[in-house]
């Protein structure tokens, strides 16, 4: 075990994840993301089959529920949590939601913890929102006529692609293969087949950023409940069991452009800490709103070298059905970015592929899932980082 990791801290024994849910996305919604997330909710208690007031503990994420915030939620839900948590940082929050409330249900705080993140898109939200996403980026870059996350994944593809000599081919395998697994996800809204040569040929967005590099905004909402084992077996529910979570943020502040995330400082912890090596996962979810950033996460969380990315592209097809099942989804890629559900969709995958909820796209044979999270582009980095492996009920 790694230096400073406190095996009865980190013990998740006895706390499980369950009922798996996905909001069907839409690209724009007239809808306010208090629906979406009410959506989540109450197909949550519809799968699980538990009542609303043994719903007693409430984790949200969300970027367009302003001004409401978690605690806004219970009003308009009519819930009576014990416990309650707002988690805002983006594509790490999933792994995040999904760490807090598993300690809360330890402590003995909550018993059964509904973990939602949800967005809405009109067809203005996604500038909307970028005109007050962080103080950083309205100070440094706004005034100059540069905003949003392409321009800042663009520095990082750019000096990534420089120093490791990855080709934009490598980049483009990941998109089709995720495209491939999409075509197997009933939800996705990619729903046509993506060549290398469409993606070579794509028009550029912020050289070398191409479109099929960026994820599309839509509306959407992602779910899962937290609770004891037990509880899960008596309301005959499946479940997968936590063996590790490790959570950093603001690593490496002085690297001048982000080529690490904060699970590079972290991944001993995460191995160590689930008793295996990463050659014993079946599948892997990381974010993926740029293919630069799945590039990072392959080597920060130990499946390959830093700077070998390129290599480990070549020689896996990272297909559901072939080598390295990734983003068996079709990740945010393919499947689209509902705001803040895009940190909860790789996870809700996992554990839909863990509980033989999986369909069409189903892993075979899959025991142990990794999932990787990251989020808050600030203005230059991304500041969130979070993973955890799971595994198959016994």
Request: glycine share 10%.
């Amino acid at each position: 075990m790694s230096k400073g990791v406190d095996s009865k801290r980190q013990d998740y024994a006895g706390i499980v994840l369950a009922a798996p849910v996905s909001v069907p996305y839409e690209r724009y919604s007239p809808e306010p993301a208090h629906w979406w997330l009410a959506r989540a909710l109450s197909q949550l208690r519809r799968v699980a089959g538990v009542a609303p007031e043994s719903v007693d503990g409430l984790c949200v994420s969300s970027f367009t529920l302003f001004p409401d915030t978690a605690v806004g939620l219970t009003q308009h839900f009519g819930l009576t949590p014990r416990w309650l948590d707002h988690i805002p940082t983006g594509g790490a929050s999933g792994v995040i939601a999904m760490r807090r409330a598993a300690r809360a249900v330890q402590s003995g705080d909550a018993s059964i913890v509904a973990c939602l993140a949800g967005d809405t898109n009109h067809v203005d939200s996604f500038r909307a929102m970028l005109t007050s996403f962080s103080r950083f980026s309205q100070d440094a870059s706004y005034p100059y006529g540069s905003g949003g996350p392409n321009g800042s994944f663009a520095l990082m593809t750019e000096e990534y692609m420089r120093q490791y000599q990855v080709q934009r081919e490598e980049f483009g395998k990941l998109c089709v293969a995720q495209r491939h697994n999409a075509l197997h996800y009933a939800d996705a809204l990619m729903k046509t087949p993506l060549s290398l040569e469409q993606y070579m040929s794509a028009r550029k967005i912020a050289d070398p950023v191409a479109l099929f590099d960026c994820v599309m905004p839509c509306a959407g909402a992602e779910a899962f409940l937290v609770m004891h084992e037990d509880r899960a077996r008596d309301l005959k529910l499946p479940f997968v069991r936590i063996l590790s979570t490790i959570e950093r943020h603001n690593a490496f502040p002085d690297d001048p452009v982000q080529l690490r995330g904060g699970w590079a400082l972290d991944k001993d912890e995460l191995w160590a800490m689930a008793g295996i090596t990463p050659w014993e996962v079946d599948l892997l979810q990381t974010y993926d709103d740029y293919p630069v950033i799945i590039a990072m996460q392959f080597e920060d969380l130990g499946f390959c070298e830093k700077g070998a990315a390129g290599e480990f592209i070549r020689e896996n097809t990272f297909t559901f059905d072939g080598s390295f099942p990734h983003n068996t989804s079709g990740g945010q890629l393919s499947v689209g970015q509902a705001g803040a559900a895009g940190g909860y969709l790789g996870l809700v995958e996992a554990i839909r592929q863990l509980t033989g909820g999986a369909q069409r796209n189903a892993v075979k044979n899959a025991n142990i899932a990794a999932v990787s999270g990251f989020g808050m582009i600030n203005f230059d980095r991304g500041l969130c980082s979070a993973a955890a492996v799971l595994a198959r009920q016994a």
